[in-house]
C-alpha cells in the first residue's frame, strides 16, 4: 500500500517569512495530492491539491509543486501570517481524490511566530 | 460551498454503550463518503469507505462489526460504534465527494470518550 512520509514534524517562522513543508509518496500510481490545514478540535480544510499532470499550482500565498520522478511533493507558504499557525497535512491517492481514502502523512506543526 | 456536517461533535458515556455519529453534506451530492479515526497528535488513519446504497468497505484490522456503517442516502452516512469500550476512544471524523475527481471535504469530526 501507499506509504506517505512528511517532513518537518514541527517548523517555526517568522511572521513574513516562508515556509516549506515536504512530502514524499511510494506508489507510484498514486495521482492525487491533496493539503489540509487543522486547526486544534476542527476537521481538516482542504487547502490546495494537486494531480500528476501538473508540476505546479498556486493560489495566492499557497503553492504547491509536484516531481513525480523523485515522488515528492511540497507545499510552499509565502508572506506567512499568524492565521497560518496550524497543523499541515499532506495526504495522496490513486483514485483522483474521490474513489478511495487517502493516505495521510504524519502531520506538520507550523508556528508563526509574532 | 463543500460544507460537511458532523453531529455530535462530542460525546461522553459509559463502557458497553453504542454511539451513533452522522455525517451529512449540505450543499452537494456525496457519491462516496468516509470515516477516519485520529488519535491525539497524530495523523488520520482509514476506517471504511462508503458508497450511497452500498455495504462500506472496511480497512484491514477493522471490525466491521464493531463499526457499522450506513449510507442510506446522498447526503447521510453513519458510523455505529457498537459496544464501545474505552479503546474505543478517539477522533472520529468523516469526508465527502461528489466524484471521482472530486476532493474529499471533511466534517468537524466527533470526540467520543467512553468512561
Known amino acids: 500500500g501507499e506509504n506517505v512520509e512528511q517532513h518537518p514534524s514541527t517548523l517555526s517562522v517568522q511572521e513574513g517569512d516562508s515556509a516549506v513543508i515536504k512530502c514524499t509518496y511510494s506508489d507510484s500510481a498514486s495521482n492525487y495530492f491533496p493539503w489540509y490545514k487543522q486547526e486544534l478540535g476542527k476537521g481538516p480544510q482542504l487547502i490546495i491539491d494537486i494531480r500528476s499532470n501538473v508540476g505546479e499550482k498556486k493560489d495566492q500565498r499557497i503553492a504547491v509543486t509536484l516531481n513525480k520522478t523523485a515522488k515528492h511533493f511540497s507545499l510552499h507558504i509565502t508572506e506567512t501570517q499568524p492565521e497560518d499557525s496550524a497543523v499541515y497535512f499532506c495526504?495522496?491517492?490513486?483514485?483522483?481524490?474521490?474513489?478511495?481514502?487517502?493516505?495521510f502523512g504524519k502531520g506538520t506543526h507550523l508556528i508563526i511566530q509574532p | 460551498g463543500a460544507v460537511v456536517s458532523q453531529h455530535p461533535s462530542r460525546v461522553i458515556c459509559k463502557s458497553g454503550t453504542s454511539v451513533k455519529i452522522e455525517c451529512r453534506s449540505l450543499d452537494f451530492q456525496a457519491t462516496t463518503m468516509f470515516w477516519y479515526r485520529q488519535f491525539p497528535k497524530q495523523s488520520l488513519m482509514l476506517m471504511a469507505t462508503s458508497n450511497e446504497g452500498s455495504k462500506a468497505t472496511y480497512e484491514q484490522g477493522v471490525e466491521k462489526d464493531k463499526f457499522l456503517i450506513n449510507h442510506a442516502s446522498l447526503t447521510l452516512s453513519t458510523l455505529t460504534v457498537t459496544s464501545a469500550h474505552p479503546e474505543d476512544s478517539s477522533f472520529y471524523i468523516c469526508s465527502a465527494s461528489s466524484g471521482f475527481y472530486q476532493p474529499q471535504h471533511f466534517g468537524d469530526g466527533t470526540r467520543l470518550s467512553i468512561l
Open positions: 495526504a495522496a491517492s490513486e483514485s483522483g481524490g474521490g474513489a478511495d481514502g487517502l493516505t
